[in-house]
Structures are given as C-alpha cells and as structure tokens.
C-alpha cells in the first residue's frame, strides 16, 4: 500500500480509475487506503477531454497511478497523454466481478470506480502498453474486426 500524504509532505495521495467508451470518458479517484470515492466525473473522449481530465485529476490530488479500462481501442488517446504527463498507467481487464456486476449493476460510475481500486488494490499490475503508431492501428482495426464478426454472428 501507498504511504499517507501526511508522511511524505504533499497533497493527498489519489488512485483514478477510467471507464473508457467511444464518446466518454468517466473518470473516479479513490483514497488508496480507505478505497473511498473522493470525486468521479466524466469527459469527452477527444483531445481536449484528455487534457480536462489530467487536469481535473491533478487539481483533486496527487495521482499515484491511474487504471484504464481498455487502454489500448477507446483508451488510446487518453492512455498516451497520461504516459506523456508521467504517471504510471495500469491496464484494467475486467476491473469488477460477474458476481459483482448481477449486484451491484453496470454503470460508467460504477465501472470507473472498480477500475479505481483494482490499481489501488494491486490487484491489477499490468502496465498499459505505450503508443507505437502503426501497431496502435492495427491492433485497433483487428479488434474493431473482432467486434463486428461477433455481432454479426449473434444476429445470424
């Protein structure tokens, strides 16, 4: 666990968590000890929604690593722009149980948060690849693919 901001002198120390979709980005921070909601808020998925959110982030606190749901398709953009300010990225796969889910529900705010603790807790390690151009892009397409051969199959 992370030390208390009172014993390394500056300010509170925070987790996000990133729920990551097309058009949004939904954004929590969490106190790494306790696991409480500390502010969530959501931002468009676009440049300059990246940029309000590493400020916004950095404005509640100081940000001891950030967990994004899938950081490589949706997450893309905003994954490079927190590498490129610095902070340690965690790759979050599935942050919530199916248990969880049938309890709790599904919701942005909701998924944001699991994804908040799940790089609070260490329960998720893996860090989120850097951008490398033409692989992003691929790496894109196949699971756009993917995506769309899934959908057609269930809709027969």
């Not at 300010?11 to 921070?29: P, S």
């Not at 950081?71 to 796969?93: K, P």
């Amino acid at each position: 666990m992370f030390m208390e901001p009172a014993k390394i002198g500056v300010r509170k120390c925070l987790v996000a968590g990133i729920d990551t979709h097309a058009q949004t980005h939904h954004v929590a921070l969490v106190d790494p000890v306790t696991g409480a909601l500390v502010a969530q808020q959501a931002f468009t998925a676009d440049q300059s929604g990246y940029l309000e959110a590493l400020a916004w982030m950095r404005a509640s606190g100081r940000i001891a690593r950030v967990g994004v749901e899938q950081s490589r398709t949706y997450g893309a953009g905003l994954t490079r722009v927190l590498h490129e300010a610095g902070l340690e990225v965690i790759e979050i796969n599935h942050a919530h149980s199916k248990q969880l889910r049938a309890r709790s529900g599904k919701t942005d705010a909701l998924d944001a948060y699991q994804a908040a603790l799940a790089a609070a807790s260490g329960r998720q390690t893996g860090l989120a690849k850097r951008s490398i151009g033409a692989i992003d892009a691929l790496r894109a397409l196949l699971t756009l693919r993917s995506h769309l051969v899934n959908t057609r199959q269930r809709l027969g």
